[in-house]
């Protein structure tokens, strides 16, 4: 059965940076026939994607954030990470991590992240 | 505002069959595969139609479909447990990204 564990500080200062880790288990990341990814919800809000990566490297960013972020994967450790640059408090969000399967155009999930507050303040 | 467009709030009774929406246009729907997923009391999504197919231990009174740029999900035979938050997910190929829609609150009365 396919798990994904999001990890990370849940409390991040303003304009500092956001670290969360996404470690895989039940599967392989470099399994090729899908794309990992990141999607955050504001409290009281819809769902919003961050950005996916391919196991190959090949990222794919949400035009709004694109200046801000980072998606990485580690294959030896079978975990994805996302870092989010000069936060403010309107990134205040649960953010999960997911895999989207390829066929189809990646662009839906078929299994999430528990997910994990992070809070951005002084 | 989102790129995809759901109704933000359907009631049906227990035992009722309801659709849910999800209306795009050829840059997304019409030429992708659309998600759809459940939360109920701001938990975890929880995937309840990928594409045509239902994932693993979702019941089978969940079924999806499509036509041209507008996607739905249908629940027949509505259950309490239902209640919940629907949202619906896919590939838009001018964005280069993900789209989501805004959001169904679906009431069991």
């Known amino acids: 059965q396919l798990q994904l564990q999001e990890s990370g500080p849940g409390l991040v200062k303003p304009s500092e940076t956001l670290s969360l880790t996404c470690t895989v288990s039940?599967?392989?990341?470099?399994?090729?026939?899908?794309?990992w990814g990141w999607i955050r919800q504001p409290p009281g809000k819809g769902l919003e994607w961050i950005g996916s990566i391919y196991y190959s490297g090949n990222t794919y960013y949400n035009p709004s954030l694109k200046s801000r972020v980072t998606i990485s994967v580690d294959s030896s450790k079978n975990q994805f990470s996302l870092k989010l640059s000069s936060v403010t408090a309107a990134d205040t969000a649960v953010y999960y991590c997911?895999?989207?399967?390829?066929?189809?155009?990646?662009?839906?999930?078929?299994?999430w992240g528990q997910g994990t507050l992070v809070t951005v303040s002084s | 505002q989102s790129a995809l467009t759901q109704e933000a709030s359907v009631s049906g009774t227990v035992g009722q069959k309801v659709t849910l929406s999800c209306t795009g246009n050829?840059?997304?729907?019409?030429?992708?595969?659309v998600g759809w997923y459940q939360q109920i009391s701001h938990g975890a999504p929880k995937t309840v139609m990928f594409?045509?197919s239902l994932p693993s231990g979702i019941p089978d009174r969940f079924s999806g479909s499509k036509s041209g740029t507008t996607a739905s999900l249908t629940i027949s035979g509505l259950q309490p447990e239902d209640e919940a938050a629907y949202y619906c997910?896919?590939?838009?190929?001018?964005?280069?990204?993900?789209?989501f829609g805004g959001g169904t609150k679906l009431t069991v009365l």
């Open positions: 997910s896919t590939w838009d190929y001018s964005l280069s990204a993900v789209v």
């Open positions: 050829s840059n997304n729907i019409g030429n992708y595969a």
């Open positions: 997911a895999r989207l399967p390829g066929f189809g155009g990646a662009g839906s999930t078929d299994y």
């Open positions: 594409g045509n």
């Open positions: 039940g599967d392989s990341i470099s399994n090729p026939y899908y794309y």
